[in-house]
């Protein structure tokens, strides 16, 4: 997937999720910001995408040592990340909000990335095996296909729109 579909899908994804737990993503510039951060930080491994370009001394080392879609497309850097920033955020404020829209964003890149061809190694570095959704590639999405990926960006700004109010009122009260 390319930028346009992890951020708009990774709001969607994300504001979905949290509602679940009363988080309103798009109450905070902080949590969106973080939302938005989170679904393009698996992509640092890739020096010629948005947040690779902007961080590149890192985004080349990382590459370079472990190629793309490994180590940052994997649960155990979701799980180590989403612990690191759920203690910072509990000794700070107490609270696990910030966390648990992080773990959102940053899942929501790895599904999305599920969904094309190559899939991710979801349990690296325990195995490289890809997971893929569907099972069939045949439904799954080649990455930089302009067509499929223009029509998933035109459903995630559908769904958007449409569970406004689940995001402003949250899961339970809409």
């Known amino acids: ?61 990382i590459n370079r040592r472990y190629g793309h879609r490994t180590v940052t497309h994997s649960g155990v850097t979701l799980a180590a990340l989403t612990l690191a920033i759920a203690i910072a955020e509990k000794l700070a404020s107490g609270a696990n909000s ?15 990335d599920m969904m094309t061809l190559q899939g991710v190694p979801l349990l690296y570095p325990i195995t490289k095996n890809p997971f893929v959704i569907p099972g069939n590639p045949g439904y799954r999405i080649r990455t930089g296909d302009l067509r499929a990926e223009a029509v998933m960006f035109c459903l995630f700004l559908s769904l958007g729109l449409f569970l406004l109010p689940l995001f402003e009122h949250g899961f339970w009260t809409s």
């Open 1 to 61: 997937m390319r930028t346009p579909n992890h951020i708009a899908g990774g709001l969607v994804f994300t504001g979905i999720c949290s509602s679940l737990s009363g988080v309103n993503v798009f109450a905070s510039p902080l949590c969106m910001g973080l939302a938005v951060g989170a679904a393009l930080l698996p992509d640092i491994d890739h020096p010629k995408s948005l947040i690779g370009s902007l961080l590149r001394p890192i985004s080349v080392a």
């Open 98 to 112: 910030l966390a648990l829209v992080f773990f959102f964003a940053y899942f929501s890149h790895l599904m999305l």
